[in-house]
């Protein structure tokens, strides 16, 4: 399984974004998808995720509310809106598939997509 990244770029504090993650597949291993980010300097952390079979999401407390997880079954792809964005939202966003969001979260058996920057500024 493979998976496009895309939609990253700069805006300005309180914009919004949107990032599509396309993937080359659907199967079993790739039953949930989501997105984690990487602030400079920091570890990755869990964004947000969604399963492909009934839309089931899980959201980090951090973005609940300001950020919306969708998938799209035709296109083989998922999306993270992104509003009222802050300079904290500012990090490299990656594109993640797993068998579930648990197994993502734990960084088990998980497929990455390259990273797409997001830039917030004040």
């Known amino acids: 399984v493979q998976l496009q990244a895309s939609g990253g770029g700069l805006v300005e504090a309180g914009g919004s974004l949107r990032l599509s993650c396309a993937a080359s597949r659907r199967t079993f291993s790739n039953s949930a998808m989501g997105w984690f980010r990487q602030a400079a300097g920091q570890e990755r952390e869990f964004v947000s995720a969604i399963y492909w079979s009934d839309g089931t999401t899980s959201y980090a407390d951090s973005v609940k509310g300001q950020f919306s997880i969708s998938r799209d079954h035709a296109k083989n792809t998922v999306y993270l809106q992104m509003n009222s964005l802050e300079p904290g939202d500012t990090a490299v966003y990656y594109c993640?598939?797993?068998?579930?969001?648990?197994?993502?979260?734990?960084?088990?058996?998980?497929?990455w997509g390259q990273g797409t920057q997001v830039t917030v500024s004040s």
């Open positions: 993640a598939g797993a068998g579930s969001i648990s197994t993502m979260k734990l960084n088990q058996n998980t497929y």
